[in-house]
């Protein structure tokens, strides 16, 4: 089993920068591809980032270039840097797990967080 809490949300302008953080524990994070959901009021949720076993990473088009997804197996943790954020990125930020996978397959995924808001007023 895999614990993951997510943590670094909050209320934000238009603009700023918020660094989320996902802690695991249970297990070493090492042979789990990483991924980064979100899910904005009335949506399904969607992938953000993911970032594979061995640092390769997949964004969103939504948000290249202003996110940046990192894991630090030392610390068993995996963050989200989000920078310029836009309204359109409120939402519940979820954390999830992939053993053995990429982190990209929503339905892959073996492990969630319970998710950090993150609310982006204009």
């Known amino acids: 089993q895999v614990q993951l809490v997510e943590s670094g949300g909050g209320l934000v302008q238009a603009g700023g920068s918020l660094r989320l953080s996902c802690a695991a524990s249970?297990?070493?994070?090492?042979?789990?591809?990483m991924g980064w959901f979100r899910q904005a009021p009335g949506k399904e949720r969607e992938l953000v980032a993911a970032?594979?076993?061995?640092?390769?990473?997949h964004y969103a088009d939504s948000v290249k270039g202003r996110f940046t997804i990192s894991r630090d197996n030392a610390k068993n943790t995996v963050y989200l840097q989000m920078n310029s954020l836009k309204p359109e990125d409120t939402a519940v930020y979820y954390c999830?797990?992939?053993?053995?996978?990429?982190?990209?397959?929503?339905?892959?995924?073996?492990?969630w967080g319970k998710g950090t808001l993150v609310t982006v007023s204009s």
């Open positions: 970032i594979s076993r061995s640092g390769g990473t």
């Open positions: 249970g297990r070493t994070i090492t042979m789990y591809g």
């Open positions: 999830a797990a992939d053993h053995l996978g990429s982190g990209t397959r929503e339905d892959g995924m073996d492990y």
